[in-house]
C-alpha cells in the first residue's frame, strides 16, 4: 500500500460517505399549501431547477473531496510509480549496480540448487523493485573473463534479465571483488540522482580477509564513499560441511635429478593430492585417475581408460596424496585427470588436469666433426651408440641421431631433448652487422639449452680451447661452466690420477642419478683409478661463482675438477673433461654392471628436456607454443578436448602459436596442419586456483572492515525465498494532499456563497 498508516486512510476514505448522508438527510420537505401567488413563485423555480442541481452536486462533490484529502494527508501518502513520474513527486533519477560474484565457490550446493542461482533469483526481485526509468548494469567479478565492461541501462522487461543471469555459466577464476567495485565506480561516476551498489557474494575470508585483498577492496569502497555512492553488501557465506578440493596432479621423480620425462608404454608415477577442507575427517576417499589423448581420442587409442585409489582418511584442513602407477601407451599429447568419485558439497574444485608430452622414445643429438661409420679407437660414437640404442630401434627408450658439425645450422633443435658434443673442435664463426664475430650453431645450441635442453660436452684432443673459451663459456654467461685450458702433458703420467665423489651436499642434489658414476664404480669393488688415463683436459681454473657444481674431481694435487654441471634458463650443460672414448679413459671397457652403459643412460635421462614449461597452467594464463619449423607456413586451432569444431583459426605467423583467452578450466588442444596435411598437436591444461575451494566465510566483521561507513550489511538464508535487498525509501506527499484540502476548504466557502444567493443587508 502507498500509505504509511492504511488504516486511516481507508477510514477517512469512508468518511467520504459523510457529507453525502447529510446532504440526503437535510434536504427539505414541503407541505403543499396552494395560494394564488406561488403560480409565479413555483414557474421561476422551474426555470431554476437544472441550473440549482448542479451547483448541489459541485458543493457535495468539493465537500466529498476535501474529506478524501484529509484521508490522504492523514494516512500519509508515500511515493508509487504513478506520482513518481510527475513533477509533483520530485522523484530523482536512480542507478543501480549489481556485482555478481561469479566464481566457483559460488557454485556451492543448496536446498534449492546453488548459491548462484539463488543470487540471480534476489538481483531479479530487487530490479522489480527500482522505479520506473532507473538504470542497472550487473558487474560480474570474473572481470576479462565476462566478455568486457558492463553497460548502464534502463530495464523495460525484467524477463530478459532473467533470461541472461539463468544463461551465465559460472567463472573458473577467483573472485577480485576490489576490480568489480572498481568497475561499478566507473559506471557510476557521471551519473545524476541516487546511487547504489549492490555486492552479492560469499565474502570468503580468502576473498576479504587476505591483506592484499583487503586493502585493494577498501580502497575501492572508500573511491565509492567518495562520490556518495551507497552500497548494500549481501552475504551468502556458508560453512562447508562436505568439501574436498582435488588441489593437482603431478608426475613423482622415480628418483632425484631424473627429468619428468614421459615415454609410451613405460610406466610413470603420478601423484593426486585432496584436501579436506570439511570440520571432520573425510573417510574413504575415492579417486579416480583418468588417460584422455588430445589426438584421435574418439578413437579410443590403446592405453587409455581408468585406475582407482582409496585414502582411507583425510584429517580436517590436511592434504594426502594418492600415487598411482600408469603407463601411457601411445606417443603425443595426452591428459591426465584426478578427480573425486562423486560430488560433495562443492563439485567445482573435484578434478584437476596435468598435459603430458608423451614420446617413443628419447632424442638425443650426437654432434662430432666428422662422424665416421667405421669405428676405431678415437671414434666416440663406437661406444655412444651402442650404449644409449643397443638395437638401433630405440627400443630403450633412447634414439640418438648422428650429425656433423657442418649440418647443425639446417637442423631443427626443438626436435631434440639432449645434445652431446663429442670432442668437437669449433663452429664456424662469421659477423653479425655491427662485424662483431658471432658463431649462429653456438647461439643455437645456447637457446635449446635455455628452453629446457640439455647439453653434454665431451673433450678430447680437437678441442680448440680459444673458440671454447670465447664462444661456449663467454665469461661465465655462456654454455660451459668452466673455461677450459690446456691438456696436461705426457710427463704427468708418472703416477696415476683417480677420479672420486665430492661429499658435498649441494653436488648431491644437483646431480642427482650423474652420482652413480662413482657409486656404480665403486659398488661393483673397481677402483675409481682404473677408469680415467690421467691425460685428460682440466680447466685453468675454477669460477668464483656459486652458479657450477663440481660432480666429481681428480685426485690431483689441485684436485682439478673432471665432471661440472651448470643451470642455464630452463636446461643443464654438464662438462666432462675427458673423452668418450678409449683415448684418454678406459672407463667404456668396466665390465661389472656395464658401467659405462648405466652412466650414459643417466646422463641421458637427467638431462633430456622434461615437461614444456607453460603446458599446464591456472585459468587466464595464455597457451604459447613454438611451430615446428616445418608447419610454419600452415594455419593453427585452437580447441578444446573431445570438441570437433575449433573455438579458433589463425593462421602462423613467425615461430610461435599464442593465444591469450582460456579463462574456462579444462584441456585445449592446439595443432598446426600444413600443405601436404602434415601437422603437429600440443595440449595444454588449465586448472582452476584450487583456494576458491576455501568456503571459510569472513563475516560480518571482515566485510565491516573494508565497506565504507553507512553500508548496510544483509545476512542472506539461501535456503528461503528470494527476497527485497533493500527497501527503498519512499518520499511521503500528505504535505501536497494537505495543501490540496485547505484549498478545497477555500474552494468549498466560496460557492457555497456564491451559490447561496444570499442578499447582501445595506
Known sequence: MPFVHPIVFWAGAGAVSVPVIIHLLNRRRFRTRDWAAMRFLLESLRQNRRRLRIEELILLAVRCLVVFLLALAAGRLVGCTALEALPLGGAETETAVFILDDSYSMGQRTPGGNLHTFVAAEIVEQIERLPKGARVAIVRTSGAASGGPPALKAITDVASVET??????????????AEAVKSAGRLLKEEPGAKRVYVLSDFRRLDVAEPARRDALRKAFESLADDRVAVVAADYGRVAEDNLTVEGVELLQAEPGRADVVLAGREIAVGVTVRNRGPVPARDVEIALRTEFAVDAEAGRAGSGELRKTIPEIPSGQSLRARFIVSVASAGPAVLKGELVGEDELPGDDRSLLALNVREAIRVLLVADMPSSSGGRRDETL???PALDPRGDGLYGVRPVLAATRQLPDLDLDAFDAAILLNVSEFPVGSDAEGTPVAPAVEAIERFVREGGGLAVFTGDR?????????????????LPLPVGSPKSATDLRDPFHLHLVDDAPARSAAGNLMRFAEVTRSAGVSVGDLLSFYTYTPARESASAGPVVLARFTDAERSPAVILKRLGAG???????????????WQRVKDGDFFAVAVNDLVRHLARGQPAGRNGPVGTP???????????GRGALRRLHDAQPQHE?????EWIRHEDLWRAGAYVVSVTASGGREAAAVFARNADPAEGDLTPGGRSAVEAVAPEGFLYTRRNPDGNPQALWTRPRKEYWVWALAAMLAMVGLETVLAQRFGH????P
Open 383 to 385: 661406444y655412444l651408440m
Open 572 to 586: 643443464e650443460v654438464v662438462l666432462y673433461c675427458t673423452t668418450a672414448n678409449t683415448q684418454w679413459t678406459d
Open 164 to 177: 541472461y543471469l539463468k544463461a551465465q555459466r559460472l567463472s573458473d577464476r577467483r573472485a577480485d571483488l
Open 463 to 479: 678441442v680448440e680451447p680459444t673458440f671454447y673459451n670465447r664462444f661456449l663459456y663467454a665469461g661465465g654467461q655462456g654454455l
Open 758 to 761: 444570499y442578499e447582501r443587508i
Open 650 to 654: 589463425w593462421p602462423v605467423a613467425g
Open 623 to 633: 597457451v604459447a607454443w613454438r611451430v615446428p619449423a616445418a608447419l610454419r607456413d
